[in-house]
């Protein structure tokens, strides 16, 4: 068939593009070390790369995620700890308080060094993050959770919650704590019920009771049995024989209906049971008509009409327990004081255990984070395999392709210009 010089030319022209984009293609893979340029090289291996580059990118984002929740928990931890300090600060506080040679302005500067450290302990817990989140007030970071009224009298604001942060595709993790659960609701006494001096009918309001009486924690023998007493309000009353000699104390415990809880009637002088200082107080069955699977002791000399109270136990915040513990030193002395301080001391190792507990919560989260961000890496260190795998070029073949393609656009070169130069004239 006959071929135009035209056709001929085009031929030669579009021979050397197609050698030359090839070429081109080829350089710009090895000048970015990727097999994939444009979704036409690998459909289904370009969609792939999407895919694991995205899964990729929120892996990426799960360990900015785990970073941040690190550093608040680290914030959170730091505040605990200071916290702990200051609470084994103000229990060697109380404790020296019951040193007997301490005078009444001895007890005055213990309290005003109490009140500096009550203080500190609200700036504590209205610590924020340095972004004006506060650690403390749950959900509502940006308020600030804890405000005084008058003096001891402490408000939250913040709410009940903790807020959260999504560290894995599977997990979100608490990077806070309610500071109504750190710092507010803390079971007074044992943790079950709460001992205190009662009062005496012949005292100054100033003075609950005569003798010299110091109540005991108490201890619970049957929590099962306590947890189903309906009556949890017991008072025991005491009675000093002195017509004989050595006096002979007796005392009763009365329940709310002011029915003796040994024989079931009011109490009648003499009390049916006789006191011996420190020995355990059982309301138990026997000899109690009724069990409430708890005991106490109480030890010293009390007078004829001092009462103890046994209640359940109830929330009673750190701030309430220093400023308790304030009052008594500035305004008590003698047994008052002791009994003050007594139960300062198992308040104050209440609010101890709960720091720790919550610190213990923080340490666990801590570690998991830990866990899910190793966790984060390897899976970071597969999808870097995947992609290699799916659009990493190979040097070697693409070097060899080179080769060739310039090999073969060299010959379509000289091939055009050997044809282009082609022309009968040259025979004439």
Not at 124 to 137: E, I, M
């Amino acid at each position: 068939m006959r071929i135009s010089t035209n056709t001929i030319y085009d031929l030669g022209v579009g021979g050397m593009q197609q050698q030359t984009s090839a070429l081109i293609k080829t350089q710009q893979q090895l000048a970015t070390g990727r097999r994939i340029l444009t979704p036409q090289d690998d459909p289904v291996g370009a969609a792939r790369v999407l895919e694991v580059s995205q899964s990729k990118s929120i892996n990426a984002q799960f360990d900015v995620n785990s970073n941040s929740a690190t550093s608040a928990l680290g914030l959170e931890e730091n505040s605990l700890i200071s916290i702990g300090n200051l609470i084994q600060d103000a229990r060697t506080i109380a404790v020296n308080a019951g040193n007997p040679t301490l005078d009444h302005n001895n007890l005055v500067s213990l309290a005003a060094d109490l009140r500096g450290r009550y203080q500190e302990l609200l700036g504590l817990a209205n610590t924020n993050d340095g972004n004006g989140q506060y650690l403390f007030s749950g959900y509502q970071g940006a308020t600030i959770p804890f405000a005084e009224s008058s003096p001891g009298a402490v408000q939250y604001k913040g709410d009940e919650g903790q807020r959260l942060l999504q560290i894995s595709t599977s997990r979100q993790i608490a990077i806070s704590d309610s500071g109504s659960d750190v710092f507010m609701q803390i079971k007074n006494g044992n943790g079950t019920f709460v001992t205190a001096v009662g009062g005496n009918p012949g005292a100054p309001a100033t003075t609950p009771n005569l003798g010299t009486g110091a109540v005991s924690a108490g201890t619970v023998l049957d929590p099962a049995v306590w947890a189903v007493v309906a009556d949890k309000n017991l008072e025991v009353v005491f009675n000093v024989d002195s017509t004989v000699i050595p006096p002979v104390t007796t005392y009763d415990v009365t329940d709310t209906s002011g029915n003796s809880v040994f024989t079931g009637v009011p109490p009648a002088i003499p009390y049916p049971q006789t006191y011996t200082s420190g020995s355990a107080i059982s309301l138990r069955s026997p000899p109690a008509l009724t069990d409430y699977g708890v005991e106490l002791s109480i030890e010293g000399a009390p007078a004829t009409g001092d009462t103890f109270t046994v209640k359940a136990s109830t929330n009673e915040s750190i701030f309430t327990t220093l400023n308790n513990l304030i009052i008594a030193l500035e305004t008590t002395t003698g047994t008052s004081l002791t009994n003050s301080l007594n139960t300062a001391l198992t308040n104050l190792d209440n609010d101890l255990n709960k720091v720790l507990t919550v610190r213990a919560s923080v340490g666990a989260r801590m570690k998991e984070i830990d866990s899910v961000k190793s966790a984060g890496e390897d899976t970071a260190l597969q999808y870097d395999q995947t992609l290699s795998g799916l659009q990493d070029l190979d040097y070697a073949k693409a070097i060899s392709d080179l080769t060739m393609q310039q090999n073969g656009l060299e010959a379509a070169q000289k091939s055009f210009l050997k044809i282009q130069g082609l022309s009968l004239f040259n025979y004439i």
